[in-house]
């Protein structure tokens, strides 16, 4: 019938033989127990398979139970569920005693609709589905590596924590009229951390807190006095003084975790050398990318697997022949919190990789700009990590205008003057020269 023509897709679909896990353990876990199924062939029909559901608390001693059982059971796979955190010591405690162990998504094994939940339910479930191989495990590092993401992850916890404090003492002295954070950049500078301490002291003349600038900021006297005319009391000053001792034990511990941080990291220092080349990436974002995404870069088979998996690439939406808004979802909140830092930084450079921030920015705005361009980075680095004689080389700020294409170019050209002139421009072509 007329209008119902349509494009026809045609696809050959090569059936697979189902591979099936021969002897696997599927664990429900929760704070105080866990349920545990396994599942191996029927000794006399090779067509039927054999379960059997325990249960155990999750303290040290009944695990070692659990282990053995799994070993007598000859269990060749183990999974389980990312419950919270309350997977980490049933798979470390496995895994150390030479089992192979998947953390599943539980997203990717979520059981079917109208069908009764229990623990017990929910581990046979679970081992059906990986013994058919119907789930992807997800990436656990070795424990070097883990426990150098425990260090820096707590390193920037705790960096948060003191902008909070810095925060929270800036509002104080704004409640006591004090605008010395409006006259010098670094409130806990030299000069900025003397003239405070002093007034904690009980030191609140503005003339003689004004002395105390050091270097430059001398000439910044005049306005010193007025930013430090207010109504500082003996309350603010308790407060201040608190606040301060807060922020001196937090740079503290900092100073401590950098020191640990270096410990662990020594066996890579070779890798943080090489990011450490790309621009925008420094010794702390390096070291900060490392821990969240290893260094056997090898669980990423292509650079697209890696952006995939931390959630910096575009999503296809489409429906009715229409494709729909759609954000990359919710990815690793650490390493984009990296990222961010590495483009805010890249940003202000004059790189390529800054050119494409500034380009992308103005088209699509900032947000979408900081998406592309940790794309990019992340790109770089899958490169650096898998070749070992891969280096870093900038392109240039001006790489993207000398290779594109030469129509965009006009069309971009016209638009820009369209818009400046408020008139529409009409190309029309030069005149060929006289030949004598």
């Known amino acids: 019938m007329p209008g119902n023509e349509g494009v026809v897709h045609v696809e050959e679909i090569t059936e697979e033989p189902v591979q099936v896990v021969a002897r696997v353990c599927a664990i429900d876990i929760g704070k105080a127990g866990l349920v545990a199924c396994v599942r191996v062939p029927h000794d006399t029909r090779p067509d039927r398979r054999v379960q059997e559901i325990r249960e155990y608390t999750t303290v040290t001693p009944a695990l ?42 539980a997203k990717h094994v979520k059981n079917v609709p109208g069908r009764p939940k229990t623990d017990r339910l929910d581990a046979v479930w ?24 425990d260090v820096t992850r707590y390193r920037r916890s705790l960096v948060r924590e003191q902008t909070r404090e ?42 003689v807190l004004a002395e105390m600038a050091h270097g430059s900021m001398r000439r910044k006297i005049p306005q010193l006095r007025e930013a430090l005319t207010g109504h500082f009391d ?40 090489k990011l450490d080349e790309v621009t925008g990436i420094g010794v702390q974002s390096a070291l900060e990318i490392i821990a969240e995404i290893g260094v056997n ?49 890249l940003s202000r450079t004059s790189t390529f990789l800054g050119d494409r921030y500034r380009r992308l920015a103005r088209r699509r705005g900032k947000k979408r700009a900081v998406v592309a ?58 005149p060929q020269p006289a030949i004598a």
């Open 64 to 105: 070692l139970e659990l282990a053995d059982w799994l070993r007598v059971e000859r269990v060749e796979l183990v999974a389980m569920e990312a419950t919270s955190d309350y997977w980490k010591p049933v798979f470390y405690l496995l895994e150390a005693e030479g089992f192979e162990c998947w953390l599943l998504n």
């Open 373 to 430: 361009v940790g794309n990019s980075v992340l790109t770089i680095v899958w490169h650096l990590l898998t070749d070992p004689d891969a280096r870093y080389q900038d392109l240039g700020p001006g790489f993207h205008e000398s290779r594109i294409r030469k129509q965009r170019r006009q069309r971009d050209l016209i638009r820009q003057l369209e818009q400046l002139t408020g008139q529409k421009v009409d190309l029309q072509p030069l």
């Open 297 to 345: 870069i090898t669980v990423f088979p292509t650079a697209a697997h890696l952006v995939s998996w931390a959630k910096f690439s575009p999503i296809d939406a489409q429906s009715a022949g229409r494709k729909k808004a759609n954000s990359t979802g919710k990815g690793n909140p650490w390493l984009a919190a990296t990222l961010g830092e590495v483009v805010a930084g």
């Open 166 to 207: 810095k925060q929270r003492l800036e509002k104080t002295l704004e409640d006591a009229q004090i605008k010395l954070d409006s006259v010098i950049s670094d409130l806990h500078g030299v000069s900025g951390r003397q003239m405070m301490q002093a007034m904690i002291d009980g030191q609140r003349d503005p003339k």
């Open 234 to 273: 003996d309350h603010h000053a308790f407060i201040c003084a608190t606040m301060l001792r807060r922020i001196d034990a937090l740079a503290a511990d900092i100073a401590n975790l950098d020191t640990r941080i270096e410990e662990l990291i020594a066996p890579f220092a070779a890798v943080v050398e």
């Open 126 to 149: 679970l081992a059906k589905v990986v013994e058919r191989g119907m789930c992807r495990p997800s990436l656990v590092h070795p424990k070097p590596i883990r426990q150098l993401r």
